[in-house]
């Protein structure tokens, strides 16, 4: 069963605090993406990356950063927690070889930040 | 740019009656088109997908039928069910002008009552 996992369900930070979010997938696609999903906004896209080592800056990359190292994982960094981003974090994958995009999601990370 | 709007919700339906919810897109190639389901405290998942024109995706009972004359893969299932509260994307793809990305609508959230 493929499978996107994520480190956390749900985390309290402090403001101004350094935060990790970790996700990792294990159905070898080259693509990975961060969304935050809030109420009536829907899923914005905050970073992707296409390969290792490899990073696009999505729709509201503001305050956030990521390290893909390998493959398999992509970590979103907040530098310092601002109240503003408190939100669901998503994480999601998807196959390049494919004629079509499905994206496989993990189960996300409900962050909050005091 | 391409783009997603989908019906506002919440839809509040009674088990048994008929769904609708209403997609239309704008996009400057010729994208795939897809409709991913949130349950309750979880990630997205792929539902159903249509990759061109005229194409019917379908699954679990739920259909939603690709038109490129009026731009609209508008959902649909004949009887729901409690088990199909959750909150529904639409969302599309196009790769020679999008890259890897999906864009994804607001959401419409379905609560359906016993």
């Known amino acids: 069963d493929v499978k996107v996992t994520q480190s956390s369900r749900y985390l309290v930070k402090r403001t101004g605090e350094k935060v990790f979010l970790e996700c990792v997938q294990d159905?070898?696609?080259?693509?990975m993406f961060w969304y935050r999903q809030d109420p009536g906004l829907g899923l914005r896209l905050i970073y992707f990356?296409?390969?290792?080592?490899?990073?696009e800056k999505g729709d509201i990359p503001e305050g956030y950063s990521v390290s893909r190292e390998k493959k398999e994982r992509f970590s979103l960094i907040l530098e310092s927690a601002s109240t503003n981003q408190t939100s669901m974090y998503l994480c999601?994958?998807?196959?390049?070889?494919?004629?079509?995009?499905?994206?496989?999601f993990g189960p996300g990370t409900r962050l909050t930040v005091l | 740019g391409n783009s997603v709007t989908q019906m506002e919700g919440p839809v509040t339906l009674s088990e048994e009656a008929f769904l609708t919810i209403n997609c239309t897109y704008t996009?400057?190639?010729?994208?795939?088109l897809f409709w991913y389901v949130q349950y309750p405290g979880e990630g997205l998942q792929l539902l159903l997908k249509?990759?061109?024109?005229?194409d019917k995706g379908s699954n679990k009972g739920f259909e939603a039928t690709y038109r490129k004359e009026t731009t609209s893969f508008h959902l649909e299932k004949g009887s729901v069910q409690v088990s199909d509260s959750a909150v529904y994307f639409c969302?599309?793809?196009?790769?020679?002008?999008?890259?890897?990305?999906?864009?994804f609508g607001a959401g419409t959230r379905l609560f359906v009552k016993a």
């Open positions: 999601a994958s998807s196959a390049t070889y494919r004629s079509y995009n499905e994206q496989f």
């Open positions: 159905m070898d696609h080259e693509n």
């Open positions: 990356s296409y390969d290792v080592k490899m990073k």
């Open positions: 996009a400057t190639g010729y994208p795939s």
């Open positions: 249509a990759t061109k024109a005229d």
């Open positions: 969302a599309l793809s196009d790769t020679p002008t999008g890259g890897f990305k999906t864009i």
